[in-house]
């Protein structure tokens, strides 16, 4: 089961770009990489997913080095609706020991 | 909106009751969840279900019981809860149970044991 660490949480001003590292030693070959999106009382939503190199759609971009032990979510000029908790997931089936682990999180603050 | 509802949304409960928590996905998708976060831990997953079929449990206690009647609803029959199992209880679907599927989440009920 590859865990991921990620820093517990950041401050950003409005409208700077935010990137967030996640670190994943252990990646297996066919994992994929997601990152989900968490406001107080709700159910986290999928922001974006990757397998290597950089993928980008209207939210987000994600980088991921040859090696796959890390990944980077950035944030392009983040507002206060941005604050938030950003989970960083690593797995190929969601089942048994392979299953999704959503850690603690990195607690976002945008600050006006 | 996300395709997947939850209800109710919020519900107290004495340590006695027969409570349900009940979850539908409008999304046509093959696997259910259900997640349990407490006041700021990591989201626990509890059970899942794939095309009625249940796949995981994550050593849940027995006082929580799931039922997927078919692959749109999900739901979890609580019975003599103790408070420490107050939380927010989600319940998520996917299409399929690999790492690339994404899952969407409900709303989630707030639980509070007296």
């Known amino acids: 089961l590859a865990k991921t660490t990620q820093p517990i949480s950041m401050d950003s001003y409005e409208g700077q770009e935010v990137n967030i590292t996640c670190s994943h030693n252990?990646?297996?070959?066919?994992?994929?990489i997601t990152w989900y999106q968490q406001f107080p009382s709700q159910g986290p939503r999928f922001i974006i997913q990757?397998?290597?190199t950089k993928v980008t759609n209207e939210v987000a971009s994600l980088f991921i080095p040859a090696d796959r032990k890390s990944s980077t979510l950035s944030l392009p000029r983040v507002s206060l609706s941005d604050t938030a908790v950003y989970y960083c997931l690593v797995g190929e089936d969601q089942t048994g020991a392979n299953n999704l682990f959503f850690g603690t999180g990195t607690r976002l603050t945008v600050i006006p | 909106e996300t395709g997947v509802t939850q209800t109710p949304r919020h519900l107290v409960m004495g340590m006695t009751n027969k409570k349900s928590l009940k979850c539908e996905q409008h999304?046509?998708?093959?696997?259910m969840y259900w997640y349990k976060q407490s006041a700021k831990k990591p989201l626990e997953l509890m059970f899942v279900y794939s095309l009625e079929e249940r796949v995981e449990n994550n050593s849940v206690p027995s006082r929580f019981s799931p039922e997927c009647p078919n692959s749109s609803h999900l739901f979890l029959h609580l019975h003599t809860l103790q408070p420490e199992d107050s939380a927010l209880y989600l319940c998520?679907?996917?299409?399929?149970?690999?790492?690339?599927?994404?899952?969407?989440f409900g709303p989630g009920t707030r639980l509070t044991v007296l």
């Open positions: 999304l046509g998708h093959n696997a």
């Open positions: 998520a679907s996917s299409q399929g149970l690999t790492g690339a599927d994404e899952q969407f």
């Open positions: 252990n990646i297996a070959t066919n994992d994929y």
């Open positions: 990757g397998y290597k």
